[in-house]
């Protein structure tokens, strides 16, 4: 499964749009990009996923570059309890297992 | 309600004296897995199912056991903990099969101590 980069930490005032990046450079033509999140010490969620087309479900929307290099997590309205470990991560539809990095920590701030 | 269910919570215990973690899941999924997560490692994969009586080693099987004999359930077995299997755990399932895409479930963690 290809590797993925994302920032160590970001911030994003209450209410505002939380834009999450996410590099993935060496993606393969039938590797999905999927997206959990963990709040605190919780077990990790899972957000949205997507091979080429932008998606969109009621938690978030995902946005992957025409070349596939590369994606972004959008929060729309982000709330207090929106700050958690964001986790990208890239792999076969029907891989084995999750591989998680060390994720971006999003601290949303009132 | 959908959802994968672990017990304990927490749990401390002695060096050398067995235990087992549940998991179990009200879904129906072939997959399931075990997951230990440690500051500055992540999360890591200790072994994984994709059916009843298959099971396979993750990234970090060592000093650990699972068994799969129902579908629902999948228990991680420590025969002889040690202090360093101290560590937050997370189970997690999903559909396995072909090409589809599906997200997994995890459940809410057991916190081991070991000392």
């Known amino acids: 499964d290809a590797k993925t980069t994302q920032p160590p930490s970001m911030d994003c005032a209450e209410g505002r749009a939380a834009n999450l990046p996410c590099n993935h450079s060496t993606i393969s033509g039938n590797e999905y990009v999927y997206w959990y999140r963990q709040i605190h010490s919780q077990g990790p969620q899972y957000i949205i996923h997507?091979?080429?087309n932008n998606e969109t479900n009621e938690m978030a929307s995902l946005i992957i570059t025409e070349d596939r290099k590369s994606s972004t997590l959008i929060l729309p309205h982000a709330t207090l309890r929106d700050t958690a470990v964001y986790y990208c991560?890239?792999?076969?539809?029907?891989?084995?297992?999750?591989?998680f990095g060390a994720g971006t920590i999003l601290r949303v701030k009132s | 309600e959908a959802q994968v269910t672990q017990n304990p919570r927490y749990l401390i215990t002695v060096t050398g004296k067995k235990l087992t973690v549940t998991c179990s899941q009200n879904m129906n999924h072939e997959y399931m897995s075990w997951y230990r997560q440690d500051p500055g490692l992540g999360l890591r994969q200790i072994y994984y199912?994709?059916?009843?009586?298959?099971?396979d080693k993750g990234d970090v099987p060592e000093g650990y056991k699972v068994s799969r004999k129902e579908k629902r359930n999948f228990p991680l077995i420590l025969e002889s903990p040690s202090p360093n299997q101290t560590s937050l755990y997370f189970c997690?399932?999903?559909?396995?099969?072909?090409?589809?895409?599906?997200?997994?479930?995890f459940g809410q963690g057991t916190r081991l101590t070991v000392v």
């Open positions: 991560i890239v792999r076969v539809g029907y891989g084995n297992k999750l591989v």
């Open positions: 199912s994709m059916n009843v009586e298959v099971t």
């Open positions: 997507g091979l080429k």
């Open positions: 997690a399932s999903r559909i396995y099969g072909g090409t589809v895409n599906t997200e997994a479930f």
